[in-house]
């Protein structure tokens, strides 16, 4: 792991860059050298500094294992080799951002995710996941392999006295803030749904009660149309009576008259 320690004269960035790609070129790629023998150069070097790769235990022979049976189980565990903290640990000790349920009727989901790591609390790193983007993407590097890109990065980190702990534990903490900003727009969403449901259904059955009210009402009204139209129809059949009857009564006396009185529509 590089040295945390800030160094007395501290290179710049782009000097480190620099001298990486010079160091590149020298190295040549990670094609296999011949003779069988490990390749890489200076390249080999310092991946040999930055990543540390612990053996594994070579496995007995079959024929040796035949000759002494099953294998005998060993007295004590080989001490394990330290391999600094755990990723999720970086960030343990630290409070769980929380966010407050917006006041406002602004849309929440297209807050500026800048916003919402100052509301978190994210503070300012000495080397944020932004910065080491920025590293990574160096037009000296940038079309390097990846293995490259790592070595110039953590000797870029090295010469500041930055551990690459630092920019992974800036990433952690941003993941929790957009986790807790998403889980209260989730609660939020849920208690609208809680709170809305109820007041629909009440709705639902105030319309409900309305549109019975008004259909009765409606009702009402066609059946005194309805009415109306049988007494119109009942008398105009009693009175088209009481005129023949009329009529017929005065008939003898109009020697020859036409008859005033009228029966039915006529």
């Known amino acids: 792991m590089p040295n945390q320690k800030q160094p007395s004269q501290p290179r710049s960035t782009k000097d480190i860059l620099r001298e990486m790609e010079t160091m590149a070129r020298e190295s040549g790629s990670d094609s296999p050298a011949p003779s069988g023998k490990s390749s890489g150069g200076g390249l080999k070097s310092l991946l040999d500094f930055f990543v540390k790769v612990v053996p594994e235990e070579p496995e007995e022979a079959p024929e040796k294992m035949k000759d002494e049976g099953e294998p005998k189980p060993k007295s004590a565990a080989a001490p394990s080799t330290p391999i600094g903290p755990r990723v999720g640990d970086l960030v343990a000790g630290e409070p769980a951002p929380k966010f407050p349920v917006p006041q406002t009727d602004a849309d929440p989901s297209k807050k500026p995710f800048d916003e919402i790591y100052k509301e978190a609390g994210i503070t300012a790193s000495s080397c944020s996941a932004d910065d080491l983007a920025t590293l990574m993407e160096n037009p000296t590097v940038a079309g390097q392999p990846m293995s490259v890109k790592i070595i110039a990065v953590n000797l870029a980190l090295s010469a500041k006295g930055i551990g690459h702990d630092a920019p992974i534990a800036d990433a952690v903490r941003r993941d929790r803030a957009l986790d807790a900003f998403q889980a209260m727009l989730i609660d939020r969403a849920s208690a609208a749904e809680q709170r809305n449901l109820a007041r629909i259904q009440q709705l639902t059955q105030e319309t409900e009660e309305y549109?019975?009210?008004?259909?009765?009402?409606?009702?009402?009204?066609?059946?005194?149309?309805a009415e109306a139209k049988r007494q119109s129809l009942d008398f105009s059949v009693r009175r088209e009576a009481e005129e023949k009857r009329l009529a017929d009564l005065i008939a003898p006396f109009l020697e020859g008259k036409p008859n005033p009185v009228t029966v039915g529509s006529g």
């Open 211 to 225: 549109l019975k009210r008004k259909q009765a009402e409606m009702d009402a009204l066609r059946s005194e149309i």
